[in-house]
């Protein structure tokens, strides 16, 4: 899947470097897609994979208040996050667990603590 955006390129560069420096212990690229874009006061955020989706919920907020978070499922893994007005710190909790491969139940039941 092609990503084009910074983030993605900053990390093949990482991964491109540490493979060059360590060629006993390679690791695959495999990140977790993020995409971001500021439109005005709003900024909205997405890690993972948000098509081809099974369900989409919504987590937090609403659309009215222009603060939300929506899950996305795919089978029975969390695929990705949508949000706006969300702070990143909250959403890098989502990311781990989309990067760990959480189920989608496991990902609700962190989402409800």
Do not use: C
């Not at 092609?2 to 360590?22: D, K, M, P, S």
């Not at 989706?53 to 996050?81: C, K, M, P, T, W």
């Amino acid at each position: 899947m092609r990503i084009e955006h910074r983030t993605n390129a900053a990390e093949q560069g990482l991964a491109v470097a540490h493979n060059l420096l360590n060629p006993g212990r390679p690791r695959p690229f495999t990140p977790v897609p993020y995409v971001w874009s500021d439109q005005y006061d709003l900024k909205i955020q997405s890690y993972g994979v948000l098509r081809d989706h099974d369900e989409a919920a919504v987590i937090d907020g609403d659309a009215d208040s222009r603060r939300f978070l929506v899950a996305y499922r795919r089978q029975d893994r969390l695929a990705g996050v949508l949000a706006a007005g969300v702070s990143p710190k909250v959403l890098r909790g989502w990311r781990a667990l989309i990067a760990a491969g959480s189920t989608w139940d496991a990902a609700m039941a962190n989402a409800a603590a």
